[in-house]
């Protein structure tokens, strides 16, 4: 997840709840629901794992008591327009053979 919104609670809370808090803020801001949220492994609280409403993961890069929670990348990817996803070709070169009939 290269894009998303950074959530901090260090309220008293349980882990589960915090997490829930901040997929509805983000569902009510962005319009869509939140698939991936990014916590730091010292936050990490295992109960009620299950009934998160997004996939989470452990990431040394987010701060403690802070939520990194968005879209994945290959989500994100899915819903763009063709035009967006296709890659810029580069121009074909000519053969090497062509290259020398054109010379001559």
Known sequence: MDIGMLWFDDSSRSF???VRRAADYYKEKYGREPT????NPETWDTAGEKSMPV???QARLVLPNHFWIGVE???RQAHKP???????RPARRAAPA???EQAA
């Open 16 to 18: 589960a709840e915090k």
């Open 36 to 39: 991936l949220c990014l916590v």
């Open 55 to 57: 996939e989470m993961r």
């Open 73 to 75: 990348d290959d989500l």
């Open 82 to 88: 063709d035009a967006q996803r296709r890659a810029v």
């Open 98 to 100: 062509r290259q020398a």
